[in-house]
């Protein structure tokens, strides 16, 4: 049973993906928004002050999205995910599904503020951890394009039963 959800979810993924290439209906508008992109991050979380390093890029052209995420100190909290990423939902914003290491499943919807505020985006992000880890958490994300190849980013993970953690992010779009 515990890995139904899994193949359940990739099985979706690969069928979305593929259905997207194929579609007669036309594409919907770009977004503008980068998810080919390495970044570094300072992360507070009360005790320990770590730093991670994160990537992610679109598999060739398609629209499934694959991350992984390092921690570089000691607590080597890494994980590796795979998503899709539909464009354009409503009022512009991205929703992208994922499943990551140790049952981690997510929803992120993220919108560029381009026509009110040049370079700035927002980001509100769901997961829930399954099995014995049980965690939920949201992550509330302000990010600011200084130039089309560099981002600052600023954001807020409320984990549940666990408190907040703060994170600084400089990230390369490429």
Known sequence: MKQIL????????????????????????????????VGVSYVTNGTDH?????????IGSSNVLVSASADLTAAGDDSASIGYVFKGVAAGIDATVSVSSNDVYG???RRSL???????????????????DKNDSWTYELSYNVTKQYSVAYSIQD??????VNSVAIRYNF
Do not use: H, K, M, W
Not at 50 to 58: D, H, I, K, N, T
């Open 6 to 37: 899994p193949i359940l979810t990739l099985t979706t993924l690969t069928a979305a993906a593929f259905a997207d290439a194929g579609a007669a209906a036309p594409a919907a508008a770009a977004s503008g928004l980068s998810y080919n992109r």
């Open 50 to 58: 770590p730093y991670g390093l994160q990537a992610s890029a679109f």
């Open 107 to 109: 929803i992120n919807l």
């Open 114 to 132: 381009g026509e009110v505020l040049s370079g700035l985006e927002i980001a509100v992000g769901y997961s829930s951890a399954s099995g014995s």
């Open 159 to 164: 984990a549940q039963g666990s408190g907040s």
